[in-house]
């Protein structure tokens, strides 16, 4: 999942509607701005039930990898309509059962096709992550309508390694509990072992090498359905070419034939990066081993996984959960890391999360305390 080729924002203003002939509102909306270090300011949304007669308990969500917008709009290619955007359903969807919510905007996400690409690049690091989400639940804890004490913390994808790193350096018990989707155990290196590896290079093999000549040429490369091999074709083993179209890319093509060998040029570039990843890590004060720092926590987990998910391999859900004191893991059969519908892992592509996982997070929080 982890860089996506445009965002979109979608802001709901004041009170919304189920329907054009139904009245009856269904949350309340209300924007904000919140400060983070190093100059940067967040748009925010705070969805609340339609009535509010008591503060009510909040979950704030934390993005996936790249620049995403607040609702985690996701696209699969420039100038397409959005596929998902699951962190509004969310939004729109818990204050139902009397849970607020609160999003933001990625650090570097300005708005609609509009980015501050100095500031993605700073977010391209782990401590800032957890530093802006930090942010975020400070100023949580000022919101009236809010419960200081249920105050939980969702991360999907690398939002996992978010939360994790903030709740155990939480010295104020501010967080309530936490829910980790499609979590990652462990820094990119095992994700990627299994993405590449252990799943795409068989499928670039079998499949989209229709005519098992071990090659694979421009055209089967830009043919590859959306997913994590079809991130890896359009990032790693594409360029763009002078005229827009693609070619292979050169770095790959290392005896400039103009296609790519699958074992003698892509395999071993793969299995280089992987086995090499943990060495060009920035020096950090976050880790990435989840497992162990839920382990330290005396905290409420619910831990969602697609059986399906082919970005995030449901191992490292489970071996989380294990490591969780008081957790619960809740797997999807035929879902994926969106918890949205999957046919495989290797085309695993991020629609809209089904209904199921929603309700779910919603029982879990209104039976956490």
């Known amino acids: 999942m982890f860089k996506h080729w445009l965002l979109f924002v979608l802001l709901i203003a004041g009170v919304a509607r189920a329907s054009t002939q139904d009245v009856t509102p269904t949350f309340t909306a209300v924007d904000y701005e919140i400060e983070m270090a190093d100059g940067w300011t967040a748009k925010a949304q705070l969805t609340l039930p339609p009535v509010v007669e008591s503060p009510a308990p909040l979950v704030i969500l934390v993005h996936g990898s790249g620049p995403y917008d607040m609702d985690a709009t996701y696209f699969t290619a420039p100038g397409e309509e959005p596929l998902s955007a699951n962190f509004r359903l969310i939004a729109e ?158 770095m790959v093509d290392s005896d400039r034939d103009g296609v790519l060998h699958i074992d003698d040029e892509i395999a071993p570039l793969l299995e280089t990066y992987v086995a090499n990843y943990s060495a060009y890590l920035p020096r950090l004060d976050s880790s990435y081993q989840t497992a162990e720092l839920v382990s330290d926590l005396d ?48 085309t695993d592509g991020f629609g809209v999360m089904e209904a199921e996982p929603i309700a779910d997070l919603a029982a879990w929080l209104n039976g956490a305390e």
């Open 93 to 250: 969807s818990l204050p139902l059962e009397g849970v607020a919510v609160l999003r933001y905007h990625k650090r570097g996400v300005v708005g609609l096709n509009e980015y501050d690409f100095a500031q993605v690049q700073r977010s391209y690091n782990l401590d800032v992550l957890v530093d802006d989400a930090r942010a975020v639940l400070d100023f949580a804890l000022t919101l009236d309508d809010i419960d200081p004490e249920q105050v939980y913390l969702y991360g999907w994808s690398e939002g996992a390694w978010v939360i994790a790193n903030l709740a155990a350096a939480d010295e104020t018990d501010s967080i309530a509990g936490l829910v980790m989707m499609g979590a990652p155990d462990g820094d990119l290196s095992g994700v990627l072992e299994v993405q590449w590896l252990e799943n795409g290079l068989p499928y670039l093999r079998e499949t989209i090498d229709a005519d098992a000549d071990g090659l694979l040429t421009v055209e089967e490369l830009s043919a590859v359905p959306a997913g994590p091999v079809g991130y890896l074709a359009g990032s790693f083993l594409l360029t763009a070419s002078g005229d827009g179209g693609a070619v292979v890319n050169n």
């Open 299 to 346: 905290l409420p987990l619910l831990v969602q996984h697609g059986e399906l998910d082919g970005w995030v391999p449901l191992s490292m859900g489970t071996a989380i959960s294990e490591a969780g004191c008081c957790a619960t893991l809740l797997t999807y059969e035929g879902l994926g890391h969106a918890l949205s519908p999957s046919e495989s892992f290797n």
